[in-house]
């Protein structure tokens, strides 16, 4: 049976009066590649960043392998309003830092790079083994971790081998050409060591011969790194060709979901990307 | 090959500063001003390297560096002045029970343990430091940028309040300061606790921790994204950075031999940030050689110009006191014109660097007359 690693439940997210994400629920199983799509300012980012602590959610919860890492019990005026819809399903507040859920083996990357932009390649990666590093600031200081950090360059030239990018590894990350600054992005988040890898927009910027690379590239790394794969993108045949399951949101709220065929012939999420034809006119 | 051969070089110049060290501390009396010069500059450089751990490789933009270097220099002082001659210091409003107690229990302790007293001293005034640092990190370190300067700021300008304020004078000796503070056995000892504790830090730096502190400088966001605890390591660097602040303070009492609440002045600390803004932000070799070079200039290559200048019978004009610092003022504007990232920008110094700079530098003199190829 198909284990769940990530479940959204009831994820609402609200901005002063905007509502970002309205009840959102999902789920992604293990080892799938699932896509997160939708028109401009849908709330894909935005579930992103409730997803990695970025952003505390007005109600709802997050579950990574069955383990609560996000949850929030409203307070003040929301009470009123999702109190009754919970049923009081969640009674406590969990908000964990994204350093937290980093390292509970949730890696992602972003939408507009970011990047450590004056270190070299090699160092962007080097910096992601840190938070697995045992040892203190002291020892560390006094080269005592001498074979932790052995080990550790090891991995990250390793991990920069097998994406390609050993032979820019001691290039400025900003020098680098845009293609090379996303696989980067990747590397970088590979070496947290996650299960679940979150992509934003991975092929934003890129020309279609690099988009189409990009497709095998991630099932590359998927069954390379055990990985479990949540992706927002726009370039519908990448999401298309590589999506187990897609998610389709708009205006903050669900509007479809299945396999690639099942939606490709939704109507309704047709008429979100295309817009409802007006009756009223001629 | 290419690594033994620097390594040879480096061992060259180690030696070369240890006998430039011995031939000044044995002419002392002949060559003053490049020994005051030296000993200030070095100290200095401590200050800047933790001030640029801090902001140059934290990210951080700290102004309280003459806050926790006041905190070392009492600290020291308190240590170091000689046991018979404290009533003399506190003559004006008498000495604390507690420091009485205090020196009279160091009097009491093991030879062996007195003769490393310096050491303990400024370890001491460090830990206080620290102690301090941790604290109001607490609240501060929850600040950007500007904010985080301002706050660091006041809390200097707190510090030294309470220094001279009259409650803290059997403590402190209020304005009084403090004097009689035991100096340093010679030009080699500052320079041996410099090299330890700038060697801490470069090697802080160039651990794991070190990357973490970059990921923090280059991007907040992301580098919470890999994983990196950011207060924890923004305090980290900040209590650090205040440690050897400290110290670098408690080596300035012991030079200057007599310490009070107006050498810690904000001024102070403009000038290590200057000091730190012409080496090249992110750069320690950088910091090293401005703090000295910034000193030698200040105290002594520029002394002529403070007296007057006769051509002849005629007296040139402006060669007075105080114009040394105009022109300090307009060779810091023009470096700041010319190098935006300060003497080395974010490199560090390297034979191979030197090399290249000369190579580069030689072949421009000679395409100087013929044409450029390329």
Redesign the interface.
Known sequence: MLRNILRLEDITMQFGGVVAIDNLSLEVNENEIVSLIGPNGAGKTTAFNVI?G?YAPTNGAVYFKDKLIVSNFPKGPMKKIYAGQNNGKYTTTIKK???QI??LNV??T?QNI??????TAF?NV??????R?K?N?LS????L?YKE?RK?REEALELLDILGLIDVKDEIASSLPYGQQRHLEIA?ALA?EPELLLLDEPAAGMNPQETLELTSFIHDIRSKFNLTVLMIEHHMDLVMEISDRIYVLDFGKLIASGVPEEIQNNQTVIDAYLGVPDDDEE | MKTSKNLIYSLILAVVTLALLFFLEVNKAKYGMAYTVLTKGIILAVVAVSMNLVTGFTGLFSLGQAGFMAIGAYVTAIFLIPTNSIEEVYYMSGVSPAILTFKTWLESTPLWFQSLLPYIALTAGGLVAALFAALIGIPVLRLKSDYLAIATLGFSEIMRAIISSPQMDTITNGSYGLKKIQGFSSLIQVFLIAAVCIT?MI??IR???G??F??IR??E??????????FKHKS?SFI?GSFFAAVSGGMLAMFMRSIDAKTFTVSLTYDILLIVVVGGIGSITGSILSSLLVTASKEWWLRFFDSPLYIGSFQVPLFKTGFRMVIFSVVLLLIVLFYQRGLMG?NEFSWDGLAKAFNKLKSKSSNKGGSKIA
Not at chain 1, 140 to 143: K, P, R, V
Not at chain 2, 221 to 230: C, S, V, Y
């Open positions: 990695t970025v830092t994204p350093d980093t390292k890696a992602r972003f970011r990047l450590f932009k004056e270190l160092e080097l910096i992601a083994k840190h938070m590093s040892a600031w560390a200081t006094l080269c971790n950090e550790m970088r947290t | 801490f090697l802080l651990s794991t921790y990357r973490a970059k990921a280059e991007d966001i992301a580098a919470e994204a890999m994983g990196i605890n950011l980290l650090i974010r």
